[in-house]
């Protein structure tokens, strides 16, 4: 599979998401957006950049990339998407499941791993759960909170 079908199906994934639970979606015209989606929630429009992830790991996790890339024969790019989106909502293929991840979560990073499972030594820092990453939990601490915390 190409990676415009990858994208594809990641976006149409997260459409879904945002559809059943009542929210608002909007598609840019063309491809020079450095966003995927618009949606409307927390009384604002939102950019939302997808991400097809379908690299899994070993220990049931799977690494997301948090950057655009451009490989024009000998340059490598590589672009954040910090001061450009609000989200990123990622669509873990192996799970068939969609989380939405603040930007300001991300920050600077280039890629981000997400857990199905907790650690196995009960080691809590630097791990981040699925389920704490939900649509529904995202969006419900969105709500509750206001504005995401750096």
């Known amino acids: 599979m190409i990676s415009k079908q990858k994208g594809d199906i990641g976006e ?10 009542g929210i608002q979606v909007s598609i840019p015209f063309g491809d020079s957006a450095r966003y995927d989606l618009i949606a409307e929630f927390n009384g604002r429009l939102n950019k939302i950049q997808v991400k097809y992830c379908a690299q899994l790991n070993a ?9 655009s890339s451009t490989n024009h024969t000998t340059n490598k790019h590589l672009s ?12 873990l293929e192996p799970f068939d499941e969609c989380i939405l991840v ?8 280039k890629s981000i791993t997400f857990r199905k499972d907790a650690a196995k030594n009960n080691q809590n820092t630097n791990i981040n759960l699925i389920k704490n990453f939900s649509f529904d939990v995202t ?3 969105e709500t509750l909170h206001g504005e995401p915390k750096e």
């Open 12 to 21: 149409t994934r997260v459409i879904y998401e945002f559809t059943k639970r």
């Open 59 to 67: 220990n049931n996790s799977i690494l997301c990339p948090c950057c």
């Open 80 to 91: 954040i998407y910090k001061n450009d989106v609000d989200y990123f909502a990622f669509y």
């Open 102 to 109: 603040p930007v300001s979560f991300v920050g600077n990073r």
């Open 139 to 141: 969006l419900c601490v």
